[in-house]
């Protein structure tokens, strides 16, 4: 039952910026894209960036321009900057990183 370990997540008002980091306990198998997600109330969870198989970062139309996904090899972490903050940011933020999912960490836009 390990999990992907997260941090970054807070509150913050519209226009800030967060940076979501990601560790994982080790390395599985897993179908799962490797990146991150989000959920809001009501709504399926949402893929929003990820690292395609050539090593390219992709992002969901609603984040291109304002978020930034990374990875630091040296460190074995993963990140997401998150910049231009807006209230519909609002929701849960999962990574998922060497076939873990983290637990997830609220990220919070409100003035």
């Known amino acids: 039952q390990a999990q992907a370990v997260e941090s970054g997540g807070g509150l913050v008002q519209p226009g800030g910026s967060l940076r979501l980091s990601c560790t994982a306990p080790?390395?599985?198998?897993?179908?799962?894209?490797t990146g991150w997600y989000r959920q809001a109330p009501g709504v399926q969870r949402e893929l929003i960036a990820h690292?395609?198989?050539?090593?390219?970062?992709n992002y969901a139309d609603s984040v291109k321009g304002r978020f930034t996904i990374s990875l630091d090899n040296a460190k074995n972490t993963m990140y997401l900057q998150m910049n231009g903050l807006k209230p519909e940011d609002t929701a849960v933020y999962y990574c998922?990183?060497?076939?873990?999912w983290g637990r997830g960490t609220q990220v919070t836009v409100s003035s």
């Open positions: 998922h990183y060497h076939g873990y």
């Open positions: 690292i395609t198989s050539n090593g390219s970062p």
């Open positions: 080790g390395s599985i198998f897993s179908s799962y894209v």
